[in-house]
Nanobody
């Protein structure tokens, strides 16, 4: 069974920063690219960022959705089964519950999700 625990969310003013963390069960973390996703009220869950495993001596590569490019940074600590998302220059449109999970085609069909961590950006 997949086990995902997100943390680090909170309330910030526009322009603020947060660092999200997600601890994943080792069975999925070590062999999968990992992604961050978010779901705003009344909207579908959407992809935010992903990072490959960085195995076999290759550095992990990152990818981002256009509207967070340059503001968010994804990273991972393979020794701690943890993936991070550094959020900067936050704006109210970034308000959502943020989730992590494996990153693969068809990610919307993933059945096991954590509880997510709420990020609220407002003045």
């Amino acid at each position: 069974q997949v086990h995902l625990v997100e943390s680090g969310g909170g309330w910030v003013q526009p322009g603020g920063s947060l660092r999200l963390s997600c601890v994943a069960s080792g069975s999925i973390f070590s062999t999968n690219a990992m992604g961050w996703y978010r779901q705003a009220p009344g909207k579908q869950r959407e992809f935010v960022a992903a990072i490959t495993t960085g195995e076999n001596g290759r550095g992990a590569s990152e990818s981002y959705v256009n509207f967070v490019q340059g503001r968010f940074t994804i990273s991972r600590d393979n020794d701690k089964n943890t993936v991070f998302l550094q959020l900067t220059s936050l704006n109210p449109e970034d308000t959502a519950v943020y989730y992590c999970n494996v990153f693969r085609p068809g990610w919307r069909d993933l059945s096991d999700w954590g509880q997510g961590t709420q990020v609220t950006v407002s003045s």
